[in-house]
């Protein structure tokens, strides 16, 4: 059974950094493309990076060039290192599969950056 564990959010300022962490459990998840999610108040959840097996990673166009995906399988973590936080990074964080499995939907974390 998969559980994903999602952590390392909290307040920041606009230009700050911060690192979350996705726990996960499963031996299905160490070869599948993980990715981070977000969902802002108010809209849909939205991709913001995956890495695959091989650790070849994308980025949505609002967070290329601050955010940097990477993974651990030994450690069975992927992270997200985010940096030049801006206001409209708020959100809460989720890790999942690519493309998402409904099972494995965890209770996030919250990210919020103040201006």
């Known amino acids: 059974q998969v559980q994903l564990v999602e952590s390392g959010g909290g307040l920041v300022q606009a230009g700050g950094s911060l690192t979350l962490s996705c726990a996960y459990s499963g031996a299905s998840v160490a070869a599948a493309t993980m990715g981070w999610y977000r969902q802002a108040p108010g809209k849909q959840r939205e991709l913001v990076a995956d890495?695959?097996?091989?650790?070849?990673?994308n980025y949505a166009n609002s967070v290329k060039g601050r955010f940097i995906i990477s993974r651990d399988n030994a450690r069975n973590t992927v992270y997200l290192q985010m940096g030049s936080l801006k206001p409209e990074d708020t959100a809460v964080y989720y890790c999942?599969?690519?493309?998402?499995?409904?099972?494995?939907w965890g209770q996030g974390t919250q990210v919020t950056v103040s201006s």
């Open positions: 999942n599969a690519v493309p998402p499995v409904d099972t494995f």
């Open positions: 890495i695959t097996s091989g650790r070849t990673t």
